[in-house]
């Protein structure tokens, strides 16, 4: 191989590859460190659903992260509420959509802690649409959604003023 193309490919994949869902460099779980137990800080979880199943019922989709790329449909859980924004909007409730007929739940080690109430998260999933855009499935879809909410989760001590 030429030394450029080299190069070329060795830059190309290092410029992706914190876009991707690398799951195996950084384990299905994820890097959980960067926001470790703090007092009594709540616990909160990214967790999936089987998006095949989602889409095949479908009638008339620095903070821990998830990759945007994966096929599979993500959620936050945080205080007892799944928080998850799909094509069909935003959703803040008791159970998963679609739990009742779709595989899924959450990650086995808790993504982080927060100190937040949990009217706020509400708050800030109720207005991501009106600060982030719609749902787009490449650049606005349930994963970055649960980024965001992450990040809030993480990275504040109070509820940021776009929520």
Known sequence: ??????????VVFVTILPALDAWWL???NGN????????SASPYYFGTTNLACMISGKR???APSR????????FIYYQGYYFE????GIFVHRNRI????CSGGTESSPAGYSYLDVECIKNCAHSYRRNFGNYNFLSNNCHHFAN???????????CPSWC
Request: proline content about 2%; hydrophobic content about 25%.
């Open 1 to 10: 191989m030429h030394h450029n193309t080299f190069i070329l490919l060795l």
């Open 26 to 28: 950084v384990g299905r």
């Open 32 to 39: 959980n460190s960067q926001c470790p137990r703090r007092g």
């Open 60 to 62: 008339k989709r620095r």
């Open 67 to 74: 990759g945007v790329l994966e096929y599979t449909h993500r």
């Open 85 to 88: 924004f799909s094509n069909r």
């Open 98 to 101: 679609d739990s009742h007929r």
């Open 148 to 158: 965001k909410l992450s990040e809030v989760l993480c990275t504040r001590s109070s």
